[in-house]
């Protein structure tokens, strides 16, 4: 039995590798070139100011977050994409797969950091708020989806 179990996890993990694998592979193809399209803008909180009756120093303490957020996510973003660029580069021209895993493992982690820098960041403006005003955001944002 104990061998049976090692089987289906050794067989899962194969499952699982590959699936990651194959999104990434998916990911770092040359996405054909699009018309210049205006970005869209995100909303933030900051957009809701009024609902929310934010004070003046919550709005600058909210920017101020926000401003080393957006900064420290660009550098993410710029991390992100040059490894995507060379992950393409590998993938397209018969690379190591020990290097297309070890770039895979590192676009994975810059997300998952980044990932964690919102996660924060949006922690620290919550904390800000007093319980009305969290409770408003919260419907301000379920509302938006």
């Not at 049976?4 to 194959?22: D, E, G, K, R, Y």
């Not at 699009?34 to 709005?59: C, G, Y």
């Not at 190591?96 to 994975?108: F, G, W």
């Amino acid at each position: 039995m104990k061998i049976f179990m090692n089987f289906v996890i050794a067989i899962l993990s194969l499952v699982i590798s590959l699936f990651f694998l194959f999104d990434l592979y998916a990911q770092a193809q040359p996405q054909p070139k699009a018309q210049a399209q205006p970005q869209i803008q995100r909303k933030t909180i900051l957009d809701f100011k009024d609902e929310l009756k934010l004070s003046e120093k919550q709005v600058k303490d909210i920017e101020r977050l926000l401003q080393v957020y957006f900064k420290k996510e660009k550098e993410f973003a710029d991390k992100i994409r040059e490894r995507e660029r060379r992950l393409n580069e590998l993938l397209s021209q018969g690379g190591e797969m020990k290097e297309v895993k070890r770039l895979a493992k590192e676009i994975y982690c810059l997300r998952g950091e980044l990932w964690g820098e919102e996660l924060e960041t949006a922690k620290k403006i919550e904390d800000m708020l007093n319980d009305e005003q969290k409770r408003k955001w919260r419907e301000l944002r379920v509302g938006r989806r």
